[in-house]
């Protein structure tokens, strides 16, 4: 093989490898700290390019990583073959428009401003991701892979996950820089046009970084060694268990209501202040369907405390056939006292084609092969849940991913949070984990506790500083698809952190210098292609 070939191999092969060292820094294989220069390879590869060999490259980078964490997708009901062959390049593009600005920075201004500007892209454009109208998915965001790692974590209080992003990604530009400038061996395969920075230059970037993480890990340490005070209270989360196609079943109803009845009991024992159980855990709508209203009521009285539930009409991804009808996914407080529904949060962020169809009416989806699901409607109320003791926030499900949305109820007053869930949709894949991996920064961007309950599992206590402190078990040490329950104390936390108040105020701060280097790569083109 000659020279020629051997380099287009080498270009191929790293975003092949950032993908594949990308994916191994989430979970399940949580190897985080491979995050810190897995794109790396990908810099390397596209520095010197044309920006359209820039986006292709990024592309196959973006694809290899979401085919490699989109494991679970192929568990969803309703979904097909040739959905996923439409969805993995989609999200790939995002990460192909990150590489199509940096090559376009990069042919019109060099290699040292490239390397600057990437960590600053990287993060508009998940920031761009997590927000783009009805396609937002903030998943698998390169911080989210840093979940375990509590000290550096500590620095989304100020920022939110998208600065942990931009620390991890200035990293990866730092080495790149450093192999640039130091490596001798690189020397042989860099791509043609390409002036490495100056040994000085490197030092000088490598020094800046290792500063901000530096101050980063130092916050971390101060924030870890300070413990939380206040009142504690105990809180007990029910993992039902039920699987997916009996939750449903007509004929399963008395069991699935005589399983939680017996598992509130168990745990009612420890006199606990709040008893928890999953999103749409009753068979059925409790407001709808009186034999069910009537046993939770039974459930909620026995048990002598503050009883939280989810309830909806009918499951996600299930055709809608009833019309214009419509209902809620919502969570439910009921009252020891009252002995009656008390309180009551809608669900506000519905979940796309398995809630509710967007743009309905406008968007031939069926023509498309997209089935016609749902007939949900949004709420429009942030609700705080209010007892004598404690106020708390209640996110369902995938409201959890976005952080935006979850800190409007510790701004509105919550103490802590908590999220009800079931995601016996996913099987057995990563899915429950890469959920807990973001609602650990939850925790941390609104220092305050997050109470996790869900189906199938991961249920758990998360506290201020993301540390999953435990979560329900099996005697193997299984932590999804196991029945249980789990008792713990959290203490209400009257938090309000940069982030509580300010919200994606460093996102918006990296999308205004992406548009700035943007600018003086239009004004000014480098004669030299790419120089330092």
Known sequence: MNARKTETVVTIMAPVLSGVLLVLAFPTHDLWWLAWIALVPLLLAILGKKPKYAFLLSWLCGIVFFVGLFDWIREVSGFRFYHHIILLPIMGAYFALVGLVLGFIGKRRGVRLTLVAAPFVWVSMEFIRSNFFFLALPWALIAQSQYKNLHV??????????????????????????????????????????????????????????????????????????????????????????????????????????????????????EPSLIIWPETATPGAIRRNWKIYKSVMQIASEADTFLLLGSSQHQKFRRSNQGRIKYFNSAFLISPEEKKLSERYDKIRLLPFAEYVPLEGRIPWTKLGVPGVGNYVPGNKFKVFETNDFRFGVTICWESLFPDLVRQFVENGAQFLVNITNEAWFGRTSAPYLFLSMNVFRAVENRVYMVRCANTGVSCFI?????????????????????????GTIIPMESKTVYTRYGDWFAWVCIGCSLAFLIMSFLRKNRNLIST
């Not at 030092?203 to 901000?212: E, H, N, P």
């Not at 993992?239 to 009845?261: C, L, S, V």
């Not at 506290?463 to 008792?487: E, S």
């Open 153 to 270: 974590i500590q620095f989304a209080s100020f920022t939110g996950a998208y600065g942990v992003s931009f620390l991890v990604v200035l990293v990866n530009a730092a080495v790149a820089a450093a192999v640039l400038a130091f490596s001798s061996s690189f020397q042989r395969w860099k791509p043609r046009g390409v002036e490495t920075p100056k040994k000085i230059k490197g030092i000088g970037v490598c020094v800046v970084t290792a500063a901000l993480v530096g101050f980063a890990v130092l916050h971390g340490w101060t924030q870890l060694s300070h413990p939380f005070k206040g009142n504690s209270i105990k809180m007990a989360v029910v993992q039902g268990n039920i699987e997916q196609h009996r939750k449903w079943d007509p004929g399963f109803a008395e069991a699935i209501m005589q399983t939680y009845k017996e598992l509130t009991q168990r745990v009612s024992e420890q």
């Open 463 to 487: 506290d201020p500083n993301g540390r999953i402190v435990n979560r329900v078990k099996n005697a193997q040490d299984q932590d999804i698809f196991v029945r249980g329950v789990l008792t």
